[in-house]
């Protein structure tokens, strides 16, 4: 037996679309190419870098305890900066998976480990107690 991947996946996509859908028709479903998800990535991530261009002496090309505590103080200190760092970081943790592959995408490591203080509810109860 011979099977023709070629295609496929626009075949496949065309017969569970939904007709009555008011995209019925449209093109959409399977990404087949990256380049606009790694283009809203890398845009992303240029905010997030900008964003954190204030931070004195933070290197944003190394990985370290110093680095994410210098981020982190950052952050406690200008509450507006961590509610923008978390704006971006959403889009970002959501599109990564899709595009971390591609060699057009380099991220350090230490983003995660800030993302992992921003969201974590018991680091936000202690940066509250602290400021208060």
């Given at each position: 037996?011979i099977a023709d991947?070629i295609?496929?996946?626009?075949?496949?996509?065309r017969?569970?679309?939904?007709?009555s859908?008011?995209?019925?028709?449209?093109?959409?479903?399977?990404v087949?190419?990256?380049?606009?998800?790694?283009?809203?990535?890398?845009n992303?991530f240029?905010?997030?870098?900008?964003?954190?261009?204030?931070?004195?002496g933070?290197?944003?090309?190394?990985?370290?305890?110093?680095?994410?505590?210098?981020?982190?103080?950052y952050?406690?200190?200008?509450?507006?900066?961590?509610?923008?760092?978390?704006k971006?970081?959403?889009?970002?943790?959501s599109l990564?998976?899709?595009?971390?592959?591609d060699?057009?995408i380099?991220?350090?490591?230490?983003?995660?480990?800030v993302?992992?203080?921003?969201?974590d509810?018991?680091?936000?109860?202690?940066?509250?107690?602290?400021?208060?």
């Open positions: 037996m991947y295609g496929l996946a626009e075949e496949v996509q017969a569970v679309a939904d007709p859908s008011k995209d019925a028709g449209k093109e959409g479903g399977f087949t190419d990256l380049s606009a998800l790694v283009t809203e990535f890398r992303t240029a905010r997030i870098e900008d964003l954190l261009a204030e931070v004195d933070l290197d944003l090309t190394v990985h370290g305890y110093e680095s994410v505590r210098a981020i982190n103080a952050l406690d200190a200008n509450p507006g900066a961590a509610e923008v760092f978390s971006d970081y959403r889009p970002l943790a990564y998976p899709l595009v971390n592959s060699k057009r380099t991220i350090p490591r230490w983003i995660w480990s993302r992992v203080r921003l969201h509810p018991v680091q936000q109860v202690l940066r509250r107690g602290r400021k208060g």
